[in-house]
């Protein structure tokens, strides 16, 4: 069993810069692909980022490119989504991710674990 564990996030003004952590257990962190998701209410999950097992490939969503960056350190099996020139938009529960397979895609329902979420709210 796998469990995903997010910490970092909080009250943030626009502009500002936040880092999310995602701690992971388990044996084959870097087999698998890791993705952060966000979701406010009444909408649907929506992808954020994903990096590859090993961290060669990653993808954004197009709302954040050039502004948010994701990470991870095999070492400490953690996953990382570094956050900056916040937008009161970005307002959000940022959830982590572990894919079904090493690239990952941008589709929540090929993610098998996730973390229980954490709220990110950027104040204008």
């Known amino acids: 069993q796998v469990q995903l564990v997010e910490s970092g996030g909080g009250l943030v003004q626009a502009g500002g810069s936040v880092r999310l952590s995602c701690a992971a257990s388990?044996?084959?962190?870097?087999?698998?692909?890791m993705g952060w998701f966000r979701q406010t209410p009444g909408k649907a999950r929506e992808f954020v980022s994903r990096?590859?097992?090993?961290?060669?490939?990653?993808d954004y969503a197009n709302s954040v490119t050039g502004r948010f960056t994701i990470s991870r350190d095999t070492a400490k099996n953690t996953l990382y989504l570094q956050m900056h020139s916040l937008k009161p938009e970005d307002t959000a529960v940022y959830y982590c991710?572990?894919?079904?397979?090493?690239?990952?895609?941008?589709?929540?329902?090929?993610?098998?674990?996730w973390g229980q979420g954490i709220q990110v709210t950027v104040s204008s």
């Open positions: 388990g044996r084959t962190f870097s087999r698998y692909a």
């Open positions: 990096i590859s097992g090993s961290g060669e490939f990653t």
């Open positions: 991710a572990r894919s079904r397979d090493y690239y990952g895609t941008k589709y929540a329902q090929n993610f098998d674990y």
